[in-house]
């Protein structure tokens, strides 16, 4: 158990609409990164929020959006949701921002669009 | 993109015998990760090691990391049947904020 937590477990959406995933993060910490993992891959990352910004941005289009609220929470948004958008995602929390940090993985959603 | 790739794609070994896994990258890092994932649920962070460590122990777990040919191996001792999972290889790629992940290594161990 690593103290993150997201809903829902599981999701199902048709083509075109909208979801929002959401993302509690472990007691002390400030920065939380979503990614997405298609089944057989590795998790691609989407982006990150530091103390309520965006700290960077992986390849993905703008339909993906995200916010981070006060307790460090998060969500992530996607919009106009395409077959493509199949898959496992994944929020991790971590003291601090930066790539020498622990990240700390939630269960993730597995979202199936039709 | 992928940064990593982990070879093999997938190990079958018994109780008892040791796995290695190798992980290879394509630019510099500060650091690499690596990470296991049981069935597609949550990933659980293994061990760090630094661009300036070349090896590293954690319990079982045996990490070298050699960046003057960007890779990187992850040693299991006495593996168990609780050790199947996927393993995953993350880096920094130099970056402040994200990790890039390889695809991973399916390791099933057999009792």
């Known amino acids: 158990e690593t103290g993150v937590t997201q809903s829902p477990t599981h999701l199902i959406k048709t083509r075109g609409q909208q979801v929002t995933l959401r993302c509690s993060s472990q007691?002390?910490?400030?920065?939380v990164s979503w990614y997405q993992q298609a089944l057989g891959q590795g998790p691609q990352f989407i982006f990150q929020?530091?103390?309520?910004?965006?700290?960077g941005r992986g390849n993905f289009p703008p339909r993906f959006s995200g916010l981070q609220f006060p307790n460090y929470s998060s969500e992530l948004n996607v919009n106009a949701l395409e077959l493509d958008d199949s898959a496992l995602y994944l929020c991790?929390?971590?003291?601090?921002?930066?790539?020498?940090?622990?990240?700390?993985f939630g269960p993730g959603t597995r979202l199936l669009v039709l | 993109s992928q940064q990593g790739e982990e070879d093999p794609q997938a190990l079958s070994i018994q109780e008892g015998e040791n796995a290695t896994m190798n992980c290879s990258y394509k630019?510099?890092?500060?650091?690499l990760q690596w990470y296991r994932q049981n069935s597609g649920r949550g990933l659980v962070h293994l061990i760090l090691?630094?661009?300036?460590?070349r090896e590293k122990h954690s319990g079982r777990l045996r990490v070298t990391l050699d960046t003057s040919k960007k890779s990187s191996s992850l040693l299991i001792t006495a593996s168990r049947a609780a050790d199947t999972a996927s393993y995953f290889c993350?880096?920094?790629?130099?970056?402040?904020?994200?990790?890039?992940f390889g695809k991973g290594t399916l390791l099933t161990v057999n009792p």
């Open positions: 991790a929390s971590s003291r601090e921002r930066g790539g020498q940090e622990t990240q700390y």
């Open positions: 007691s002390g910490h400030n920065t």
């Open positions: 929020y530091y103390r309520e910004e965006e700290n």
């Open positions: 630019t510099s890092i500060n650091n």
């Open positions: 090691i630094r661009s300036n460590e």
């Open positions: 993350a880096t920094d790629g130099g970056s402040n904020y994200k990790l890039t």
